[in-house]
């Protein structure tokens, strides 16, 4: 079992930077994936970003509307991952949550039931 711890979130204006971490204890796992959903009043989760590694190789993924503003990485000596954000928009306000996966993928995972260990979440208010 893992148990994931994130920080970071915050109140900014639109056009700021925020950058979000995800500690992850519990286990070390040289493979795997790390993802980022979030989740706005009324609205469904919805995926952000993954990460998945296998040893020192990286691969990741972003719903669109984030590609090229948000940037997921990995620390494995710190078993974390950050979702640095930049560019903020109010449309970006959510809780996020961090998740994680054991599971051996040829991709990287990007539906919320790829993720078997989940966060409480953080909350990201971008302000107009």
């Known amino acids: 079992q893992v148990q994931l711890v994130e920080s970071g979130g915050g109140l900014v204006q639109a056009g700021g930077s925020l950058r979000l971490s995800c500690a992850a204890s519990g286990r070390t796992f040289s493979s795997g994936a790390m993802g980022w959903f979030r989740q706005a009043p009324g609205k469904e989760r919805e995926f952000v970003a993954a990460i998945r590694w296998i040893t020192s190789n990286r691969y990741a993924d972003y719903r669109d509307s984030v590609k090229g503003r948000f940037t997921i990485s990995r620390d494995n000596a710190k078993n974390t991952v950050y979702l640095q954000m930049n560019s903020l928009k109010p449309e970006d306000t959510a809780v996020y949550y961090c998740?994680?996966?054991?599971?051996?993928?040829?991709?990287?995972?990007?539906?919320?039931?790829?993720?078997?260990?989940w966060g409480l979440g953080t909350q990201v208010t971008v302000s107009s």
């Open positions: 998740a994680a996966s054991f599971a051996t993928y040829t991709r990287v995972p990007i539906r919320a039931q790829d993720f078997g260990s």
